[in-house]
């Protein structure tokens, strides 16, 4: 969804609101591409101050559906977003002019690229599904929450395989 800051950017010390609904279907990113399962329409507020600085306010929640990273079953995070982000309108800033930010065009205000930066922000830095996920199996890929598999324990370090194959050589028969 976009929004027009015309009217907000030219009049001095004007508040608005308005309601924005989030369009994205899903979140894309390098990571990979998770589906927004739960997403609710929230208000955002414009405030120019003095002319010299706008004053971008909202608050809502976004429900994800991410891998566990251990076992890949699919977990439903719930990212709160927050959005209070200062804009100089005066040029002195460069950080905070709005000619450098990515989610203004002009004076089109781009709702979903802002939500965008929020949800990166706020991403998970481990998604387990519970606290104790045992995760799947290297061997069969067997989700090891749900059943046991046949597998042999004990991993053989990799690094040793020349001393064993010099063991099984000297083994008698």
Known sequence: MRVELTDIISNENKETSEQAELE????????????????????????????????????????????????????????????????????DSEETAIESLDYITGTNLDVDQLIFGEILVGWPM????????????????????????QCPKTELDSRMAAIQDIFKGFKEV
């Open 126 to 149: 481990k998604n387990l599904c519970r606290e104790d996920c045992r995760g799947i199996c290297k061997r069969c890929g067997t989700n090891l929450n749900q059943t046991e598999c």
């Open 24 to 91: 994205l279907l899903s979140f894309d990113s390098k990571m990979g591409q998770f589906p927004i399962v739960k997403k609710a329409p929230f208000v955002m507020k414009f405030t120019n101050e003095n002319n010299k600085r706008l004053l971008i306010q909202g608050e809502t929640e976004v429900t994800i559906a991410i891998p566990c990273d251990r076992c890949l079953e699919e977990v439903r995070r719930t990212i709160p977003i927050i959005i209070e982000k200062e804009i100089d309108l005066t040029g």
